[in-house]
């Protein structure tokens, strides 16, 4: 987990082993019917209690008038404000939704800071039943490049050659997951961000998690694969705005956590927060979601 968090075992914060100590001494929650049913159940209270959700609107701006947010602009209708809370990547709200004159942090600011990895991702369904996983597999078998994998993540950022792994098999705890008999798989590399990302490299690594898997298992999956999807940098930019292909936000070094992180509230805005990644909260809820994440 503490890759998630954007720093190595060898130079990160004494605190965070805190971490290694919630998951092999407390143990992991996973949600009954993946991460979907905790959204849909927060979408429920959230209507009981009278809000409305609106859903397929893709945000263009948020408006501001004497250094507070009126209103925001969507691809339907332009919807007024008392406040306005975003949820959004934090350095894409600020260089994309706002007028320059209303952002606390420019470019250069975003471009200096340290970002945690980004994700290379393989959703696989199978037409078999697997006897030798459970729900959470970590991979570092001696092809693995421990030191390497993470000098790719934070110095000398690139593709790493033999990447450490984690495979999660979600229908191993939940029957709702998949049709009976069959597997829902969920590969992931950590990568750098930034990195260029194209189909011949995605389906490189896909090949390589494969054949280490049937090697290390010595269960025979290429051949009963019936869904297959790839996920990585240029979709963690497309759908969220992340800055660079990130997928967990800025990283949490020392000089990046807590106070030292961008504030909550904008400095430029008085009726107008940002949530997301890179704030003095930091990624706990992209742990939670990092934890459930092979549910969706």
């Keep these: ?40 159940g927060l979408a429920k209270l959230a209507e009981d209690c009278g809000a409305v959700i609106k859903l397929n609107s893709e945000v263009l701006k948020i408006n501001c008038k004497d250094s507070k947010a009126v209103s925001v602009t969507t691809n339907k209708e332009i919807i007024p404000a008392d406040a306005i809370i975003a949820n959004s990547e934090y350095s894409f709200t600020e260089m994309n939704l706002l007028d320059e004159q209303h952002r ?44 390497g994998h993470f000098d790719s993540l934070y110095k000398n950022k690139r593709w790493p050659e033999n990447p450490m792994f984690y495979l999660s098999v979600t229908s191993y705890s939940d029957k709702t997951v998949a049709p009976k008999e069959n597997e829902n798989l969920v590969f992931l590399i950590p990568i750098a961000p930034g990195i260029e990302d194209t189909p011949e490299v995605r389906e490189h690594y896909f090949n390589n998690l494969i054949d280490r898997f049937e090697k290390i298992n010595g269960e025979s999956i290429r051949d009963h694969i ?5 996920y990585a940098i240029n979709d963690f930019v497309r759908d969220y705005g992340a800055f660079k292909g990130n997928s967990f936000g800025m990283a949490h070094t020392l000089f990046q956590t807590a106070n030292f992180r961008p504030d909550i509230r904008s400095k430029k805005v008085k009726n107008f927060f940002l949530y997301r990644l890179h704030d003095t909260t930091g990624n706990r809820y992209t742990a939670f979601y990092c934890i459930c994440r092979s549910s969706c």
């Design 226 to 230: 019936v869904v297959k999807h790839s």
């Design 104 to 147: 606390t942090y420019d470019k250069n600011y975003w471009e200096k800071k340290t970002y945690s990895p980004s994700s290379l991702l393989f959703y696989v369904g199978l037409n078999k039943k697997l006897k030798t996983v459970i729900h959470h597999n970590l991979y570092l078998d001696e092809e693995s490049d421990w030191e």
């Design 1 to 40: 987990m503490i890759t998630f968090l954007g720093s190595s075992p060898y130079n990160a914060p004494a605190i965070y082993s805190l971490i290694a100590h919630a998951e092999f001494n407390l143990g992991i929650w996973y949600p009954e019917g993946g991460l979907i049913s905790v959204s849909n």
